[in-house]
C-alpha cells in the first residue's frame, strides 16, 4: 500500500522496506513494555556515551534475535522473493570506524542479550567515515552518504529536541532512535543519536536581498557538527570542530538523561545516582564531568559541592589506550572560543583536586604526576641581572624582570629596539642559554616554540621597534603597535607568518591596538624592560 504496487509486483527494495517497518513496529511495542516494567521496577538505567558505534546491519539481525526468520522467508517465497536479496540491500550504518565502534555496539548488544536497561547516546553523522574505493590500484574515499535512501531502523523524536549552546551560536539537537533487540528476550534497547540542525531553517530576509549563500550559513555550520565522523583537525578550525562534536552530543544527552529522570522521580537529585549511571567509553565523551555540574546548578538550582557529589557516583570512565598520541588535550584558549560556559568549573574542579592531594598528603612530586591535566598552565618568569652575548659581540642585559600569563593569556614586551625583548623570549623557550645571572621559570604547560619563519620576522619589523606577543601552547605573534595595518600585513608576508593572521576569527583586528593595548580582548600584560 506504501509503495501503490501489489506484492507481486513490487522490487525487492520495496520488499525490504516493508518488511524493516514490520520489524520496526513489532520491536516498538517490545520497547514500550521493558520500559514500563523497569521504571516501575525502579532498575538502574545505564548510559553508554560513545563517539561511534559500529552497529552493522540491523535487518538481517533483528529477524534473528526476534525468531521471525523463517516466517518471513516463508512470507517472501510466495512472491518470489529471496531474503538474502534483502539482507544485502541494507548499508551499513556509518556511525563508527573499527575498534572503538564495534566495542561499543557489543556493549548495547550484550545488555540487551541479559535483559539490562541499558541506552547508548552518539552523533547520528550524516556521511560515514568514508567509502572505499580502489581505482588504479590505488584507495580513494569519497563520501559515505548511508542515509542517502533513508533510514527504516531510526525515528526521528522531534518532541525530545533540546538546544545546545556553543559561544558563537546555538543549536538543535534532534534524537534519532535505534532499537537493540536482545537474542530470545523481550528487552528492547535504544541507541539515541543526536542531529545537529540550524535553530532557524534559513534567514529569510538575506535571501530576498539576493544573499544566498549568506542566507543558509548558519544552517551549514549547524549541520557541520554531525556531518562527518571524525573530520579533519590538523588547524584551528578543525579542532573546534571536534569540541563542538564532543559537547554537543554530550550535553544533549545529558539534558535528556536529566529529563527522563524527573519525569519519574521529580525534582529529588538525591536519587539521581541511585538511579543513573554513565559510562564515559574513551576521551571523546569526558566534556560530559562539567558539563553535568553545569545542567545541575545552572537549570536545576542544585548546590555545586552537591552536584560534584553527585558527579563522582554517576560517571564511569573507560580508556582505550595509553599512548600519548591518542590522549586528547584541550588548551584552555580552544575551550574559552568554544564552550567557555564550563571553563570556570573545570578550573573549580582543579582546585578541588589540589586540596584533596594536599590533605591526602601526597608528596609533591607524586602530586604533580597526578595533575597532568588536559589544561595547559600558565607560566612565571624572573629574570635578575641576566646577561647574554650574541655572536657579534653585543651583549643584552635584563636587570630585574619578572611577569606571569594565565594558560592562554597574551604576552605583549613592550619597548624600543635592542633592550632585550628577543633576548628575553629566546631565553624563556630556551634558544639560549644566559651568561649569568639568575633565569628562573615554572610551568606545566608546553611553552611554545618559535619557528624559523617566525625567527627571521623580527628583521622585517616596521620603524624599528617590535612588540612580541603570544600565547602559552599557541602560535607565537609578533608585531609593532606604531605600524600601519598595511605595514604589519607586508611583514607577516615577507615573515611567511600571514597564514597566522588569517587563521584568527578577527583576522588582522586581532593583532592591532594602540601601542600594544587591546590585544584578544583586553587580555594583555605590558611589560617594558628598561
Not at 525515528?155 to 534524537?175: G, L, Q, W, Y
Not at 528476550?185 to 540550524?198: D, K, M, P, V
Not at 595533575?371 to 655572536?391: F, H, M, P, Q
Request: with cysteine; aromatic share 10%; hydrophobic share 35%.
Amino acid at each position: 500500500v506504501r509503495y501503490g504496487v501489489t506484492p507481486e509486483d513490487a522490487t525487492d527494495e520495496q520488499f525490504y522496506r516493508a518488511c524493516s517497518m514490520i520489524l520496526r513496529e513489532i520491536s516498538d511495542d517490545h520497547f514500550d513494555k521493558f520500559t514500563k516494567e523497569t521504571n516501575e521496577n525502579g532498575k538502574k538505567q545505564v548510559c553508554y556515551m560513545c563517539m561511534e558505534f559500529l552497529m552493522g546491519r540491523s535487518f538481517k539481525n533483528t529477524l534473528y534475535n526476534i525468531g521471525l526468520e523463517s516466517s518471513f522467508r516463508t512470507a517472501l517465497k510466495k512472491y518470489g522473493c529471496k531474503l538474502e536479496n534483502l539482507y544485502e540491500l541494507e548499508p551499513d550504518a556509518g556511525l563508527g570506524n573499527g575498534g572503538l565502534g564495534r566495542l561499543a555496539a557489543c556493549f548495547l548488544d550484550s545488555a540487551a542479550n541479559l535483559s539490562l536497561p541499558l541506552d547508548g547516546y552518539g552523533i547520528r553523522y550524516k556521511y560515514g567515515l568514508f567509502k572505499q574505493d580502489i581505482v588504479n590500484g590505488f584507495q580513494t574515499e569519497t563520501a559515505d552518504d548511508w542515509t542517502k535512501w533513508g533510514d527504516p531502523w531510526s525515528v526521528r523524536i522531534e518532541d525530545d529536541s533540546v538546544t545546545v549552546d556553543f559561544k558563537d551560536m546555538s543549536v538543535k539537537a534532534v534524537p534519532y532512535d535505534m532499537p537493540i533487540i536482545g537474542y530470545g528476550t523481550g528487552n528492547i534497547g535504544t541507541l539515541r543519536l543526536w542531529q545537529s540542525e540550524s535553530l532557524a531553517p534559513f534567514d529569510f530576509d538575506l535571501f530576498n536581498s539576493q544573499k544566498y549563500d549568506k542566507s543558509v550559513a548558519l544552517k551549514n555550520r549547524a549541520e557541520d557538527i554531525s556531518r562527518v565522523l571524525y573530520p579533519n583537525d590538523d588547524n584551528n578550525e578543525g579542532k573546534k570542530l571536534r569540541l563542538k562534536q564532543q559537547y554537543f552530543f554530550s550535553s544533549a544527552s545529558l539534558q535528556d538523561i536529566i529529563r527522563k529522570f524527573k519525569s519519574i522521580h521529580g525534582n529529588d537529585f538525591d536519587k539521581f545516582a541511585e538511579y543513573i549511571t554513565i559510562q564515559l567509553n574513551d576521551t571523546h565523551p569526558v566534556i560530559s564531568i562539567p558539563e553535568l555540574i553545569r545542567l545541575l546548578t545552572e537549570n536545576e538550582n542544585v548546590d555545586f559541592d552537591f552536584a560534584v557529589e553527585i558527579t563522582k557516583n554517576v560517571f564511569n570512565y573507560t580508556n582505550h589506550t595509553i599512548m600519548q598520541e591518542a590522549l586528547e588535550k584541550w588548551d584552555v584558549k580552544t575551550i574559552k572560543d568554544t564552550i567557555p560556559q564550563v571553563l570556570d568549573i573545570i578550573k573549580k574542579l582543579d582546585k578541588m583536586l589540589k586540596k584533596e592531594l594536599k590533605k591526602a598528603k601526597i608528596d609533591k612530586e607524586k602530586a604533580e604526576a597526578m595533575l597532568k591535566t588536559a589544561l595547559e598552565k600558565g607560566v612565571t618568569v624572573s629574570a635578575k641581572n641576566v646577561t647574554y652575548t650574541y655572536d657579534g659581540g653585543e651583549r643584552a642585559v635584563l636587570n630585574d624582570v619578572n611577569f606571569s600569563a594565565a594558560p592562554g593569556e597574551t604576552i605583549a614586551f613592550v619597548g624600543p629596539s635592542g633592550e632585550g625583548k628577543t633576548t628575553l623570549l629566546r631565553l624563556i623557550l630556551g634558544l639560549v642559554e644566559p651568561d649569568s645571572g639568575k633565569m628562573e621559570m615554572e610551568t606545566d604547560g608546553e611553552i611554545i616554540e618559535v619557528s624559523d619563519s617566525t625567527r627571521r620576522f623580527c628583521s622585517y619589523v616596521p620603524q624599528g621597534s617590535a612588540v612580541f606577543s603570544g600565547t602559552v601552547a599557541d602560535n607565537l605573534r609578533i608585531v609593532n603597535p606604531n605600524a600601519t595595518e598595511e605595514e604589519i600585513i607586508d611583514a607577516l608576508k615577507i615573515a611567511d607568518a600571514w597564514s597566522f593572521v588569517e587563521e584568527l576569527p578577527l583576522g588582522i583586528n586581532t593583532f592591532i591596538g594602540e601601542r600594544g593595548v587591546n590585544f584578544s580582548e583586553g587580555q594583555i600584560q605590558r611589560i617594558s624592560i628598561a
